[in-house]
């Protein structure tokens, strides 16, 4: 399981949602990356779902619907599929990849 974001190669910044450019360097060089899991630092209860932040290593701070009994803290494996779990993972919708606008 794992969610894909962007790696800048220029600085190192790995962002979601996909970007045109990265928003710390300006390059244009942005490649897909895995990530696995992250920790999860805010949880927010809106009756039976679960909204999380959930911090990746470096970076980003993805938000996500948590499947699972988790808590602050945890580490979580992240996916783009939705669907029945059996362990908890937090749920990244996929971004889509950003078009130019044609004038």
Known sequence: ??????????????????????PRCGGADLAPTSIERGRVEQLTHLGDVVIASVACDPEPLLVARLHGAVEVGDVVELTDRPGPRDRPVAFVPPSGTPREESS
Do not use: E, H, I, K
């Open 1 to 22: 399981m794992s969610v894909t974001v962007q790696n800048c190669r220029t600085c190192g910044g790995q962002w979601f949602p996909a970007r045109l450019l990265c």
